[in-house]
């Protein structure tokens, strides 16, 4: 088993548009014990969908409380709602590190002014701003779920919205990874992160593939739970080396 890992992409709450096997932070744990990992970046699935995002990160900071050794609350931010700044000043009051938001599902343009004031909230309150290409794959997709995933674009906008904010970006295939790394230049790729939970291993081998052409120093440990088995990230990664 390789040690020390940190799972960057996990998440609990459940999911408007299909059951998800026992989204909560005592499965999260049991499963990292598990699998041997270390501690874990955890997200909310509702607050994706709630308007206003301050009651999810309630709901999230009164469910990891208990487990804060090991679960890191990573709160949303929906910087298209008022008084969106009391929850980076939220977060960075309790130690997060880092906020997500989801400009389809909060209905903001991942290009425009408000993710350039987003990030340089990020950024001047030392927190990574993580986004989302995806929730779902589209095969799998209901009918109600229509949000758009992130685009290229949308990523190389929010990296260069602010010299200093730092993105991880979940849930990228290799084709996205390519495209805006090798269309930015090397102070804004020193700046995305990429988690590997959506990216193929063996036998398309993706997964090595970029980790000599990006960098593995570019990509993060995650898993993408409880939408997939977390097993699979590990498994990834022993197979690709």
Known sequence: MIPSLVDHNALIGPYPFRAL???TAERLLAEMARLEIESAWVGHVPTAFYRDVAAGNEELLAALEPHRERLLPVPAVNPAYPGWEREIARARAAGC???RTY???HGFDAAGPLMGELAQGCAESGLDLVLTVRLEDGRQRHALD???ELLGADVR???RAHPAVRLLVTNAGRALVEEVHFGATAAEAERIRWDISWIWGPPEDDLAHLFRTVGRERFVFGTHFPFRLPEAA???LELSE
Do not use: E, M
Request: glycine share 6%; aromatic share 0%.
């Open 103 to 105: 400009p389809a599902h």
């Open 234 to 236: 590990i498994a990834k």
């Open 157 to 159: 906008a929010a990296v």
């Open 97 to 99: 590190p880092g906020v």
């Open 21 to 23: 096997p026992a989204p």
């Open 146 to 148: 229509v949000a758009a």
